[in-house]
């Protein structure tokens, strides 16, 4: 079982920067792809950003590659996600996902039926 704690998030002004983090539980962490999707007020949950197990494959959706940058740190059992030239239309709450990839580790998923554990979520909010 794993466990996963966002933490980052808050008020931001259109144009500014965040980092969210994602703290996960258990031994198992090098073992994990993870990913961050988000979902918007009235809108579903979205992809936004995943890595592979071994951190060599990252992807990212089409609205924010070039801005946000996915990054895993395997001794802090942490998956972070900067977050550059924010826009009002980033404004969700931003969740952290998890699966164990029994694979060789190097592909990074982006399908929410993917991923096996999901933290609360942690709210973003950019002002225009």
């Known amino acids: 079982q794993v466990q996963l704690v966002e933490s980052g998030g808050g008020l931001v002004q259109a144009g500014g920067s965040l980092r969210v983090s994602c703290a996960a539980s258990?031994?198992?962490?090098?073992?994990?792809?993870l990913g961050w999707f988000r979902q918007a007020p009235g809108k579903g949950r979205e992809f936004v950003a995943s890595i592979s197990k071994s951190g060599t494959i990252t992807d990212y959706a089409d609205t924010v590659k070039g801005r946000f940058t996915i990054s895993r740190d395997n001794a802090r059992n942490t998956v972070y996600l900067q977050m550059n030239s924010l826009k009002p239309e980033d404004t969700a709450v931003y969740y952290c996902?998890?699966?164990?990839?029994?694979?060789?580790?190097?592909?990074?998923?982006?399908?929410?039926?993917?991923?096996?554990?999901w933290g609360q979520g942690t709210q973003v909010t950019v002002s225009s």
């Open positions: 258990g031994p198992t962490f090098s073992r994990n792809a």
């Open positions: 996902t998890a699966r164990v990839d029994y694979g060789l580790g190097y592909e990074a998923f982006k399908t929410s039926y993917e991923y096996e554990y």
